[in-house]
């Protein structure tokens, strides 16, 4: 069984993750809520 995990990022404080993580499934991909790494606003 394969592990798949997801990586969201964004640069700005403006920005969210959401867009990102509603297309994970819009792919047809399936990952666990606990596998979802988010980071925002970077330096």
Do not use: C, D, H, W
């Amino acid at each position: 069984m394969a592990r798949i995990f997801a990586y969201l990022r964004v640069s700005t404080a403006g920005q969210t993750t959401e867009n990102q993580k509603s297309q994970i499934p819009a792919a047809g991909i399936e990952v666990a809520g606990f596998r979802v790494m988010a980071e925002t606003v970077s330096g």
